[in-house]
Each structure stands twice: as structure tokens, then as C-alpha cells.
């Protein structure tokens, strides 16, 4: 049965009333004062394991005890630390950064993922998993690899290979995935389309030689030049829980299929699913290939007519004396595209930055969506995250319990009030409405820069499957002049119903 908009409509507007008033515990993760070199560009994301929560800046990690909130090192470590001690210099040193963090439910293990580029021309992924699930372990070790990817990005005409950004993580059964959104140096670093790797987890978790990398491409063949690329950002499924998919479940990514960039065209109904299967006995077996899924019709977050990837519109109290206005990212889909098995069913989520004002109210909202599925996954219902008012809320992440229960995090800002914290949580079995709730209110602006983390992440505790930890970040203070003073919340709660 698919759940089409008149349920959907349900969820446009709070009910607090109909459930639980929820208790959220807090507390301050990885700020712009404690690592050596701050970005204005954070990508902060992280996960929960079974002992500690784990988080990523540009470019550094840390980690903290779950009950005490304690850090486990006493700094942020280098996010060149893994592969620096074990001698892999094209992965340290070379200004690597977009890290992300999971936790591998099915291996207990946790997973620091990052780009590299040791010289002109030449890029690495790297991939560095533990030996444990305990951080403070004494016997604690990374098993750390480096995949050269240079050969699989293409080149331009003028024979500078397409730039790697935004690339996105996910862990499956029979690999770890990887995408890449290639960008044209030549060409202000235009779209130009996308890739996605299958990396040999089998192989990685043992510390064994991994297998060379597949990828696929799409164009394919990589153009030399090409019209703005509109299916970018492509999210690879990562699992939550510790129900595995069936045998031989392929791995599928999303990606958003934004308007047509005809200078009139404000809106799609399209979502893109892309099929990976891979074959590590065969290669030449593998596969990955693109169909599309039917939505309601939606405007991305802060779209712009005549400059698609210009997402800058979220205003902060300042934005009226300063003229800056924060980026909502809302060209693509977000990060997680969070996987469960049921055993009755399996269950895929996705969220994004939409459109929700009318006139002169330019708001956005967060638009999510449900998957469900035994082949390839259709929609089965989705719904909008608004309250009707002029607050933005934007950078989304989204998962769900062993229960159903869906909880999506993000940012939020407004001409009234600074940029803060918030999730909004629901029952997905009996479609309740969604509630918000506050993880932190913001104390300043953003005021130097646009440029928001690109990355948030939600995900659920492992150990009772039930509790929700989420990462995002705000100011305590107003960002100024040539300042670089952004601070982190992780937060967490639950609902009273998952036992």
C-alpha cells in the first residue's frame, strides 16, 4: 500500500498534545576553540556505538563516554591521526577533510571516512575501522587503508581530473559505499556529475589486502564538459540496527532530480533511486543503474533561479545590517539514508530542505520520506516538517528506532532568533503527528560567512535501539570580522513507548 499526500497533510502540523512531553539531555561536542585550525566549514557529524559517542569536525575527531559526556582524549585528535601512524602519507598532511563517522551495527566497529589529495590532480579515500568497539580500550587500533580514485573521476577538457566533493558513506553487508558529486576546476567547479564506489568491507574488517574498488559512473562516459549536472549528491543506504538485510539485498542511494535549470522552472516531483550491486567474484558483473521515484511536487530550499547551486537564504537577526544569509544545502537530498530490517518489512528514510513560505515568506522546511520495499524500494509515505511560521529549518538528518518511531534533526533560524537545534520525532506504523522539541537554543550569528556545516547526523544507540544521539551546530557568541567561533551540541532522547 502506498501513503500518498492526504496523509501527509497530517503531518504539517505540530500536536505536542498527542504524545509524551520529551525529556532531552545535552551536552557541548567538538568547538572551533579546541582544534588547531577551524574552518568556517565544518561538516560535523558523528554516531553513537555500543560505549561512546563519536564526532567529526573539519578536520578532527572525538569521542565521549555516553553515560558521563566525558571527552575519551584529552583534545580533538588530528583527523590525519589514523593514517599518519600507520605511514600512509596520501592520507595525511594533504588537507583531507569532509570526514564522516559510523558505527558498523552489524561488526560493532567504528568507521572514520575521508577524501584526500596528496598532490595536483591525484585523490585518495580513506578509510580507517576499529578493532574494537571500546575507544578507551588499551588494545584499541585502526585498521587503515587508502584507495587511489584519481582513475575514476574523470578529466575535463583542458585535462584536470573532476574535483571529488561532497562524498557520502554508508555501510551494507557486502561492501562499504561511497559517492562523490565531480565538480569541473575549469568551470567555477560546476556539476558536472557523479560517482559511487563499492569498497571491500570483508577484507577491511580482518586488516587484509581490500580488493580494488569498483565504481560506476553516471554520465557514463565522464563528459569533458557538460551542462549543469541536477541528480547530484548521491546518498548511499547505511544500516541501522543489528538485523542484517536479507542475503543478496543490493546497496541503493538517493538523490534529488532538482527542477530544470530553464530559468523557469522552480519545481520537481522526482527523487532519483540508483541500484548498486556489486560482485567482488565477477566485476564485470557488477552493476548500478538509475530509475526515478514520483513525489510531491516540491521547491529545493532557497532555490534560485538563476543560479541553481546558490542555496543562500536562511536569515539569522543579523542578516538585515550584515546582508548574510546562511546556506540551507537545499540543492540535495541529506544524509542519512538510514536502512531497517523489520523481518516484515525493510524501511528506508531521507530527508531535505524544501520550500514551505508563500510571498514574501521564504521558509523552508524539511520534507522526509519512507521507502519500503523487498526489490527496489518505492515510496510509501512521506510528509513536511513546518510549523507554518517564519523560522527556517534546514541541514536535516533523519533515522528511525526498532519501534518505528522517526525523529529528523536540524538547524533552525529566523530574523527573530539565532540559529539553534531542534528534532521533531512521530510514530511512522501509526502515523502520528510530528512534535518538536529543542536540543539548543543559539546565543549569536553566523555573521562572516554563509557557510553552514554541510553535514548533521542522526542515529540510534545501538545498545537499547531505541535512544536517538544527534550532532549539530550553533553559536554561542556572534561570529565576526575574521572570527572563527562555532561550538557543536550533541544531544539525545527517546520515546517512552521504545522498550
Not at 180 to 209: K, M, S
Not at 366 to 387: H, S
Amino acid at each position: 500500500m502506498k501513503i500518498r499526500s492526504q496523509i501527509a497533510a497530517a503531518l504539517l502540523v505540530f500536536l505536542p498534545c498527542l504524545m509524551h512531553s520529551q525529556a532531552v539531555t545535552s551536552f557541548e561536542g567538538i568547538d572551533a576553540s579546541q582544534v588547531g585550525q577551524p574552518s568556517y566549514e565544518i561538516d560535523t557529524n558523528g554516531a553513537v556505538g555500543t560505549k561512546q559517542y563519536m564526532q567529526w569536525v573539519n578536520s578532527y575527531y572525538q569521542a565521549f563516554d555516553k553515560t558521563t559526556f566525558a571527552p575519551v582524549w584529552s583534545a580533538p585528535q588530528d583527523g590525519d591521526a589514523p593514517w599518519e601512524n600507520a605511514g600512509m602519507s596520501n592520507c595525511y598532511g594533504t588537507g583531507g577533510g569532509e570526514g564522516t563517522i559510523l558505527f558498523d551495527h552489524l561488526a560493532s566497529r567504528w568507521v572514520i571516512a575521508r577524501r584526500a589529495g596528496p598532490s595536483t590532480n591525484v585523490y585518495y579515500y580513506c578509510i580507517a575501522v576499529s578493532n574494537t568497539d571500546d575507544l578507551t580500550s588499551s588494545t584499541l587500533a585502526w585498521y587503515t587503508y587508502q584507495f587511489d580514485i584519481t582513475g575514476n573521476l574523470g578529466v575535463n577538457a583542458s585535462g584536470n581530473v573532476y574535483y571529488p566533493d561532497y562524498p557520502k558513506f554508508g555501510t551494507w553487508t557486502d561492501a562499504y559505499y561511497v559517492s562523490f558529486d565531480l565538480e569541473d576546476p575549469n568551470n567555477n567547479y560546476q556539476e558536472i556529475g557523479v560517482v559511487a564506489c563499492a569498497l571491500d568491507r570483508t577484507n577491511i574488517l580482518i586488516d587484509a589486502v581490500a580488493r580494488t574498488q569498483q565504481c560506476f559512473s553516471n554520465p557514463s562516459p565522464l563528459p569533458t564538459s557538460g551542462a549543469l549536472y541536477l541528480s547530484h549528491s548521491l546518498i548511499p543506504a547505511d544500516i541501522e540496527g543489528t538485523t542484517a538485510p536479507p542475503s543478496g539485498r543490493h546497496e541503493y542511494f538517493v538523490s534529488i532530480q532538482n527542477p530544470t535549470d530553464n530559468g523557469k522552472a522552480t519545481t520537481s516531483n522526482k527523487l532519483n533511486l540508483w541500484n548498486f550491486h556489486v560482485n567482488w567474484s565477477t566485476p564485470t558483473k557488477s552493476t548500478f543503474s538509475k530509475s526515478e521515484l514520483t513525489v510531491p511536487t516540491y521547491e529545493p530550499g532557497c532555490y534560485d533561479l538563476s543560479n541553481p547551486a546558490d542555496t543562500f537564504c536562511v536569515t539569522e537577526p543579523s542578516s538585515k545590517s550584515t546582508g548574510n544569509y546562511v546556506d540551507s544545502i537545499g540543492d540535495r537530498l541529506m544524509a542519512r539514508f538510514a536502512y531497517r530490517n523489520f523481518g516484515t518489512y525493510q524501511s528506508f528514510l531521507v530527508s531535505h530542505t524544501v520550500q514551505v513560505g508563500t510571498g514574501t515568506n521564504q521558509q523552508t522546511g524539511i520534507r522526509w520520506y519512507e521507502l519500503r520495499g523487498n526489490g527496489n524500494p518505492a515510496v510509501y509515505q512521506d510528509g513536511t516538517v513546518t510549523n507554518g511560521s517564519s523560522i527556517y529549518r534546514f541541514v536535516p538528518s533523519m533515522t528511525q528506532d526498532k519501534t518505528g518511531n522517526a525523529a529528523v534533526g536540524y538547524s533552525v533560524s529566523s530574523s527573530a532568533i539565532h540559529p539553534g537545534i531542534r528534532a521533531a520525532y512521530w510514530s511512522l506504523p501509526n502515523q502520528t503527528a510530528a512534535t518538536e522539541i529543542t536540543i539548543q537554543n543559539g546565543d549569536g550569528d553566523n555573521e562572516n560567512s554563509p557557510h553552514w556545516t554541510n553535514l548533521t547526523g542522526m542515529t540510534v544507540d545501538p545498545t537499547d535501539d531505541c535512544t536517538f544521539w544527534y550532532v549539530n551546530q550553533y553559536f554561542q557568541a556572534n561570529e565576526i570580522g575574521t572570527d572563527i567561533n562555532w561550538n557543536t551540541r550533541i544531544g539525545n532522547f527517546s520515546f517512552p513507548s521504545c522498550q
